[in-house]
């Protein structure tokens, strides 16, 4: 299913892998999509809706129209069960799930004493409950494939800087990107001797084309405030860093929370 990459750079580094992105359809999931397909694997695009909240053409359309195999899964992370086709589908097509990518994640925008119980919830079902239901059925799958190249499989959390540092007037997510950094710590602890690798990228101000609060004008000025570089990221920022901890060049890191952020953290 798979077919050569069409990015000389990442030639060949995914050849014959199986993976699963969440949140896909748009923002930093769409470029991990599209740098994954390029690299050579089969992906699967785990979503909602198909439809790029920046407009444009669905995540599948531009890999297929590259030349690699990107098929969309409509997808609720927060469902077991939608995991569980969603995990069916791809093993069901290509036999085997070399990397899972749990990217998918909400927010509310809003301090502890404002936040809803409803808007709690959702934050919570999405970001935790999500990262819960597709690392479990992912790694229960690994478990019954055999290793290629002494790996079974890998797991990559899309994390957030504000899962190290208070995420502003932002409690919800950043209390469960908090948990997320936990998560990946404690996955790579118990399954290392299962050959299943689990790392996390730790994203800083990634500038997406999405509207809304993420270009609010005050936020854009601290976020910018904050960042060493003179620049913010860009959606293959993240796609980059994604690619080398999926690939056979990262075999001994496990644990590790990536931060790929402009020396946010480093300030």
């Not at 920046?54 to 969309?72: C, D, N, P, R, S």
């Not at 602890?189 to 689990?198: G, Q, R, V």
């Not at 990262?250 to 402009?262: A, E, F, P």
Request: charged share 15%; glycine share 10%.
């Amino acid at each position: 299913m798979n077919t050569s990459p069409s990015s000389p750079l990442a030639a060949g580094f995914l050849s014959g892998k199986t993976a699963i992105v969440t949140g896909a359809s748009s923002g930093i999931g769409r470029a991990i999509a599209v740098a994954y397909a390029a690299a050579g694997a089969s992906v699967f695009i785990a979503d909602i809706t198909e439809t790029p909240k920046e407009g444009g053409e669905t995540t599948a359309a531009l890999i297929t129209k590259a030349g690699g195999y990107g098929q969309f899964v409509a997808t609720d992370i927060a469902s077991a069960e939608s995991v569980r086709n969603l995990i069916e589908t791809a093993t069901g097509l290509t036999g085997r799930l070399d990397i899972l990518v749990n990217n998918a994640a909400t927010y509310v925008s809003k301090k502890l004493t404002e936040t809803t119980d409803e808007e709690w919830s959702h934050v919570v079902s999405v970001n935790l409950t999500g990262l819960f239901n597709c690392s479990k059925q992912a790694i229960e799958q690994m478990l019954r494939q055999d290793p290629v190249n002494e790996v079974r499989g890998r797991i990559i959390n899309i994390t957030s800087q504000h899962g190290m540092v208070s995420a502003p007037k932002d409690f919800a997510y950043g209390v469960t990107k908090a948990a997320g950094v936990y998560a990946t710590r404690q996955i790579a602890a118990d399954y290392a001797k299962d050959l299943i690798i689990c790392n996390a990228i730790a994203p800083g101000k990634i500038l997406t084309g999405k509207p809304g609060v993420a270009v609010d004008p005050d936020a854009l000025a601290y976020s910018k405030m904050r960042t060493p570089m003179p620049r913010f990221g860009e959606p293959q920022d993240i796609a980059n860093a994604a690619l080398y901890l999926a690939s056979d060049l990262s075999s001994y890191t496990t644990g590790i929370n990536l931060m790929v952020d402009g020396g946010w953290m480093a300030a």
